[in-house]
């Protein structure tokens, strides 16, 4: 091959590769009900499919690792596996014991907030894979079917998706509902909605009703942001990280480049680590704290 035509093939990679906007946007971008279209980061008419696909697998994954850990139980020296259950199971019992006193109660909340840990974990963990993995295995499977692997999205990290983390925040406010009729009963949790924070004057009734809506809002939106702000952030960077290997793979701009792009990617994965074990603690921490709220009365 000519000088030339080495010229001309490289002006073509360059010219058919995307830029660095079109290539975080596009990994922004689900594979939804909408093709392929942009939809915003909360469209309640647009169905994610790759979020429902990896939430519901890795749940099912979930609960298959408890069930194994359940079935191989013994009572003699445990294995590595059973071991790290066995503390994963005392800790949420430590913090359901501590921040739920019925006896009851706990017999349901804390396996769920277990579940909740293991889960939202490995969803968090998505993150740790090389950002063009699946979404390339998925643009192969594509353009198999007579798709365009140029328009074929993925993304993997259910947690790093409003509509999901919302979505679990809601699952956890109906809790609070359920065990605020069970405790109080029905009749006694609507006097309390219209009588705290501020006392039973009948005056006082709409506003105690309107801080009560206030309450349970901000504790929902806030619950289910917080742990898709960092993810979705978490998610960014490793995009931006990948964009130094990419420039250095099509720009051959210098081997310095893609060193940094290996060690910045390395040290953010390891870092990274805390942030998606730290972010599954405090999401099921709070669920608990939410539930425990619901047994006490104002």
């Known amino acids: 091959m000519t000088t030339e035509a080495l010229m001309e093939h490289a002006e073509g990679a360059a010219k058919h590769a995307p830029t660095a906007g079109e290539y975080i946007v596009h990994h922004l971008t689900h594979f939804n009900s ?7 980061i909360v469209d309640w008419h647009v169905f994610n499919f790759d979020t429902f696909f990896y939430s519901l697998t890795l749940g099912l994954i979930t609960v298959l690792i ?16 059973q071991a790290a259950v066995e503390f994963l199971v005392e800790m949420v019992a430590d913090q359901a014991r ?13 396996p769920l907030a277990l579940t909740v840990f293991v889960w939202i974990f490995l969803m968090n963990a998505m993150d740790l894979l090389p950002v063009d993995l699946l979404p390339n295995i998925w643009a192969l499977l594509f353009s198999a079917n ?11 990290v259910p947690t790093a998706d ?4 919302l979505g679990m925040s809601g699952g956890v406010l109906l809790l609070c509902f359920y065990y605020n009729i069970k405790i109080k009963g029905l009749g006694g949790w609507v006097h309390e909605l219209f009588t705290a924070p501020f006392g039973s004057h009948p005056l006082l009734a709409p506003v105690n009703f309107l801080m009560q809506l206030i309450e349970f809002a901000a504790k ?11 993810m979705y952030a978490g998610e960014l960077l490793f995009m931006l990280i990948a964009l130094m290997g990419g420039a250095w793979a099509v720009n051959g701009t210098g081997v310095s480049l893609w060193i940094g792009h290996i060690v910045a990617g390395s040290l953010w994965a390891i870092f990274h680590i805390l ?11 709070l669920t608990l704290v939410y539930i425990g709220q619901a047994h006490e009365s104002h």
């Open 34 to 40: 909408s093709g392929s279209k942009q939809a915003s």
């Open 66 to 81: 408890l069930a194994l850990a359940a079935r191989r139980a013994t009572s003699g020296v445990p294995g590595r596996f």
């Open 98 to 110: 501590g921040i739920i006193h019925s006896e009851q109660s706990r017999r349901f909340v804390a």
């Open 146 to 156: 007579g798709g365009n692997a140029d328009h074929a999205y993925m993304r993997v």
């Open 162 to 165: 409003l509509n999901a983390t």
């Open 220 to 230: 929902t939106i806030s619950h289910g942001m917080r742990l898709f702000g960092n």
């Open 275 to 285: 942030i998606i074990t730290l972010q599954a603690f405090i999401f099921m921490m």
